[in-house]
């Protein structure tokens, strides 16, 4: 059993504090500006599409529809670049997750960090808000720019992570990530509520507002980020808040590990010799790991294709949910806006409880399968809401909760934990490279499945788009099946150790 959260909680230190909400107010702002394109999704395809064929669109002269700003004939073929748009973004954040996890690992964290935010906020001010102020409808300009905000983008997440997993050890990991990882929903609902204030002057603004905070965010993570408890030459016990024994030993072990108490009771006997001797010699400064080798660790190739079934379906209402209410049941792009939020509210519950759980266990799998499988009949009630927004929106936070949950425990604490495992011992500078490979793993299942969901809509109907969703969200059990089982199985060995014992 882990140590109480209450007592792991209460050795931190104000540096812990700082860094806590800085990184999680970075990706905050981050999926903020990300979420206003999925916000205003209707009116850029109203923009798009200027003619008799799109009843959204205001009354426009003949020569400014048919010539300046006509790009597609209808709005089927405006969803369908959009969701084009989406792929594009996704896959080439996909790429750059991969390179920018390996990049972490060997610059300076907050560098990185703080180009990945500006850079970004740079790019989406240019391409939501400058190209309609200068009045310029370019096709593959619009696809360049998502191209390099998806690399942009990449930046940033591997580097949040690795700063808060060389700060937050083992110990309650599960609730400070489940906690922490709120930050991509608490960033939707921002984005979300800027994006539906601002847009009844046009989206471009929307645009204007959210990428001038998130440049500023930038600013103040370069001048204040800590991303090493090194940099203000804490000790180890105050690097962790857990102490030395946890950092020494208990930190490069997984969840998954069957001999963590065996290990736990032998540290305690080597350090109750003397308060000052060091349990290990020390070891000089960890290189960074190999890419390859990353990708063979334990639990890294299931947890990451497992993710990539599981990200298509979150970031297919991430970037579908708004579009889907305002077209299904012809409410207002506003109301969408606002009532969408509600499935990220189901996500930080979900992520936060999940977490704890897991944490009390010992052991992740049995949490997220759980989780899962009540998922497909989250999905299967939510397909079938009637035409009212406040049991769509009880319906959608029920199913944040069990998709949205899994999904912050997999590219959060479950990251942490396969980047501090047995076979990492030493090198610790493996945090940024694990965690670029599980979300670039699901971003490229999420980045083909916004593609898909346009196709299929479009041939289809949403209908079979949720029975997608639940194709894929089974899938994500069946990758987790194995660690789960080998969970159980260590689960079963330490209870008979136990049984022997008495």
């Not at 390179?99 to 690992?105: A, F, T």
């Not at 979150?314 to 299904?328: D, G, I, R, V």
């Not at 998922?375 to 809401?385: E, F």
């Not at 499945?449 to 041939?459: A, F, N, P, R, T």
Request: glycine share 10%.
């Amino acid at each position: 059993m882990p140590p109480s959260c209450c007592a792991s909680l209460s050795q931190y230190t104000h540096h812990h504090l700082v860094v806590f909400l800085l990184t999680f107010f970075s990706y905050v702002l981050l999926h903020a500006s990300r979420k206003t394109f999925s916000n205003v999704k209707v009116s850029i395809s109203a923009q798009w599409t200027p003619s008799i064929l799109n009843d959204s669109s205001p009354a426009f002269s003949p020569g400014e529809t048919w010539q300046d700003n006509r790009l597609f004939e209808d709005e089927k073929q405006a969803t369908l670049f959009l969701g084009i748009l989406d792929s594009i973004f996704l896959f080439s954040y996909a790429l750059g997750l991969y390179l920018s996890g390996v990049i972490g690992d060997r610059v300076n964290l907050r560098y990185v960090l703080c180009f990945g935010l500006c850079g970004s906020a740079a790019v989406e001010f240019v391409f939501g808000t400058l190209t309609e102020w200068l009045h310029i409808y370019n096709l593959y300009l619009y696809s360049s720019l998502w191209v390099l905000n998806g690399l942009l983008q990449s930046a940033v997440w591997p580097c949040v992570v690795a700063v808060m997993g060389n700060w937050f050890g083992k110990a309650g990991r599960g609730f400070v990530f489940g906690l922490w990882s709120a930050c991509a929903s608490v960033g939707n609902i921002l984005g979300a509520f800027l994006a539906s204030s601002v847009l009844k002057y046009g989206y471009e603004y929307a645009f204007l507002v959210t990428s001038v905070v998130q440049f500023a965010g930038g600013v103040v993570v370069f001048f204040g980020l800590l991303t090493s408890p090194k940099e203000v030459g804490l000790s180890l016990e105050s690097e962790t808040g857990l102490g030395p024994i946890e950092t020494d030993t208990d930190s490069h072990k997984p969840l998954m590990s069957d001999e963590e108490d065996e290990v736990e009771v032998e540290v305690y006997g080597r350090r109750g010799q003397s308060v000052e001797q060091p349990v290990e010699p020390p070891a000089e400064s960890p290189q960074a790991i190999g890419f390859l080798k990353a990708f063979c660790l334990p639990g890294v190739l299931p947890y990451s294709l497992a993710y990539a079934c599981l990200k298509l379906v979150n970031y297919s209402f991430f970037f579908w949910l708004p579009f889907y209410l305002s077209n299904n049941y012809k409410w207002k792009e506003a109301q969408a806006d606002r009532l969408s939020v509600w499935y990220d509210v189901g996500g930080i519950i979900g992520g936060t409880l999940q977490g704890l759980i897991s944490d009390f266990m010992g052991k992740r799998a049995p949490v997220l399968v759980v989780s899962l499988m009540l998922a497909i009949g989250a999905l299967v009630g939510y397909s079938r809401s009637p035409n009212d927004q406040v049991i769509n929106g009880v319906l959608l936070a029920i199913t944040g909760f069990f998709i949205g949950g899994p999904s912050n425990i997999i590219s959060s604490a479950i990251s942490a934990d396969l980047g501090r495992q047995d076979a990492l011992r030493g090198s610790k500078e493996a945090l940024a490279t694990v965690t670029g490979i599980v979300d670039g793993t699901g971003s490229i299942g999420a980045a083909a499945g916004q593609y898909l969901v346009s196709l299929i809509e479009s041939k289809l109907g949403w209908m079979s788009v949720f029975y997608f969703f639940i194709v894929m969200t089974a899938g994500s059990i069946v990758f987790i099946t194995p660690l789960l089982v080998r969970e159980l199985r260590a689960m079963w060995t330490e209870r008979r150790a136990r049984q022997r014992q008495l």
